[in-house]
């Protein structure tokens, strides 16, 4: 399900580059190209460049997303795809390159820049109504990346939400310190969630990368987990990408990151892009295997805060100052 479409501010998390001239890229990565070499310096060429978080390309979240998407475009446009984890230089340094920024909303309009941003807080406020519905203690949690923009409005949408649908409702948060490690540290994850369901939380949110991931298999591996306990996922359909959280995964909320680069690359390779933010669409992933365990009253008022989302008649009211 698509929840709805609306320009938030963001903060850089991951950058993509895309470049029809350029430095030689070597072979290619993934398997997203049909040729193994070739040469960026040539018009024939079009090639794309990743640079990612902490995370790298197989966090099984927010970077995987975005490469997957990567190679979408490469199949539709055969352009050769590499990536790198290092920080993107300045699109002003160098005009005849056209970069996407994942999670970076811009300032101002800049000819060969286009931010690629989501409403986070609306897929968080999706997952926390869910949430509300679903505990039987009236306590969720959420174990978080670091405290950033972009993760901030999954958690204050999820709290909103949690407590739309369920005024009793307590709900925990902790971010993860801040340190290059933030997102990916699944051993402090599991730790957190250890916690929060020792402190009797039955739904928790696991919004972080690959630290967000160790939450959700610490809490599939708990006592009830897909009965009463239960987890949620983030920037992805989890139940693919982290098998060993189905035990416990009742839903995901989704930035729907891979379909908006793989559109943004497209445009970039027919000359359509433009600079400015670009907004993607968010969402909520099926509660596949744990979908007998949802009422089906829940499903149907879940359904209907999706659409209010969407017609802009439920509002979050998350801001951040």
């Known amino acids: 399900m698509k929840i709805y479409r609306g320009p938030l501010a963001a903060s850089a998390a991951l950058a993509l580059t895309l470049s029809a001239c350029g430095g030689s890229t070597g072979s ?35 970077n995987q997303s975005a490469w997957e998407g990567i190679e979408t475009a490469a199949e539709k446009t055969d352009a050769l795809v590499k990536y790198i984890d290092a920080t993107a230089e300045a699109a002003a340094e160098y005009p005849d390159t ?85 997102f990916a540290d699944p051993v402090w994850g599991a730790n957190e969630s250890k916690k929060q369901l020792s402190q009797g939380a039955d739904v928790i949110f696991g919004a972080g990368g690959k630290t967000g991931n160790g939450a959700l298999g610490e809490i599939a591996k708990a006592s009830g987990a897909g009965d009463s306990v239960f987890c949620i996922g983030v920037d992805t359909d989890q139940y693919e990408t982290v098998p060993e959280a189905r035990p416990c995964l009742v839903t995901s909320a989704m930035k729907l990151i891979d379909e908006g680069v793989a559109e943004l690359i497209t445009q970039a390779k027919d000359g359509s892009i433009k600079g400015g933010d670009f907004v993607g669409d968010v969402g909520l992933a099926p509660y596949h295997d744990l979908d007998g365990k949802v009422p089906e009253e829940t499903k149907t008022k879940v359904t209907d805060v999706v659409k209010g989302l969407q017609d802009g008649s439920i509002k979050t009211s998350v801001s951040l100052s």
């Not at 190209?33 to 197989?58: H, N, P």
């Not at 909303?105 to 986070?120: D, H, K, S, W, Y």
Request: proline share 5%; net charge negative.
């Open 98 to 182: 056209h970069f996407i920024g994942v999670d970076q909303a811009q300032a101002e309009t800049i000819e060969n820049l286009t931010g690629l941003v989501f409403p986070e807080d609306q897929a968080g406020y999706a997952a926390g109504y869910l949430a509300g519905l679903m505990t039987t203690s009236n306590k969720v949690g959420q174990v978080l990346g670091s405290e950033i923009p972009p993760v901030q409005r999954f958690a204050l949408g999820f709290t909103a939400g949690a407590k739309a649908s369920n005024p009793q409702v307590s709900v925990s948060q902790v971010y993860h310190p801040a340190d290059p490690n933030a």
């Open 28 to 62: 290619s990565s993934g398997g997203a190209s049909g040729s193994s070499e070739a040469d960026c310096g040539t018009d024939e060429v079009f090639c794309v460049g990743m640079v990612t978080d902490a995370g790298k390309v197989d966090d099984k979240s927010f």
